[in-house]
């Protein structure tokens, strides 16, 4: 049953945006961590958007940790509205870094199904870009994912080896209900190392809150055409088989965590352009 929490917001400086990974284990429960101390299940917000999806809130440690899963809002939901609607709450919480972790197709032969990425940039080709809190235009999207952030998850998935892990790459982000033809794989090849639906807009209201964003993302597939004959019902099968060390690996990162955001992505969330034409960024 839905705890009913609107109005009552609490303080979290942390925040997961789980993908498929975490979404088939009990995450963080299921991995019995001592430190790890559950506050709220299926936690509801009033926002101005909207009442939020359920969320899961958590004490780490002295940390306090929001997370919400991706995949349990996304059908028959308003992505552009749930995703304001997380982001407002994530400011209003006091929310200052977000993980992200997903499963993604990969355009790049030189990648396999299981290998890990920490992706270092993407390319928008979604239909996405248009979605924000109030009043924020020509955001500045350089090191749009954290620097430091991605530093700490390369060092947290390398120590526990199961994978390769990939300490760079490009996320070609895309729409859909469906995964990408051959033409549309053989576009991005050159320009992208991997494929998924699920980094904008999160990377665009992370930076107009001024926090800093960086994901860990799985092979789960490669894209039409990189190899033949690849058979998608293995996909969800990795999802389960490494949810375990995805989870862990998240909540590592968060036990090495501080407050401190000293990498200058806060800084990057004024636009400087154009103040006269579009209005004051509060
Ligand atoms: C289940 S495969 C397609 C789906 O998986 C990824 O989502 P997530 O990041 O939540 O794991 C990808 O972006 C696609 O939307």
Redesign the pocket.
């Known amino acids: 049953m839905q705890e009913d929490t609107r109005n009552r917001i609490p303080r979290a400086s942390i925040a997961i945006i ?4 975490t ?1 088939s284990m009990d995450f963080p429960a299921a991995l019995n961590r001592p430190e790890v101390e559950i506050l709220g299940r299926e936690m509801v917000f009033d926002t101005p958007y909207g009442p939020t999806p359920p969320l899961l809130l958590f004490r780490q440690g002295d940390k306090q940790v929001l997370t919400c899963r ?2 349990g809002w ?1 059908s028959g939901i308003n992505r552009a509205d749930a995703s304001r609607q997380i982001f407002w709450l994530f400011r209003e919480a006091g929310v200052k870094k977000i993980l ?5 197709g990969t355009v790049n032969h030189l990648l396999d199904p299981r290998d890990m990425v920490i992706a270092s940039d993407y390319i928008d080709q979604s239909m996405r870009k248009d979605v924000g809190l109030e009043g924020h235009y020509l955001l500045i999207m350089r090191q749009a994912l954290c620097p430091h952030l991605r530093q700490e998850l390369i060092t947290a998935a390398e120590a526990r080896p199961l994978h390769r892990v990939f300490r760079r790459g490009v996320y070609a982000v895309t729409d ?1 209900r469906h ?1 990408e033809s051959p033409a549309e794989v053989a576009m991005l090849k050159g320009h992208a190392d991997i494929i ?4 904008c807009p999160e990377v665009y209201l992370a930076r107009e809150i001024g926090a800093c964003y960086a994901g860990l ?1 799985t092979i ?2 490669y894209g039409e055409g990189v190899v033949k004959d690849w058979d998608h019902s293995e ?2 099968q990795i ?1 389960y088989d490494d949810a375990d060390k995805i989870g862990q690996v998240l909540l590592d990162v968060i036990s090495r965590l501080d407050d401190k955001q000293t990498c200058g992505c806060a800084d990057l969330r004024k636009p400087t352009l154009l103040k006269k034409v579009y209005g004051p960024s509060s």
């Not at 998924?196 to 980094?199: F, R, T, Y």
């Open positions: 789980g993908g498929s990974g979404l991706m995949h996304r992200a972790e997903g499963g993604v859909g995964f998924g639906q699920s980094l993302y789960v597939n996909l969800s999802f």
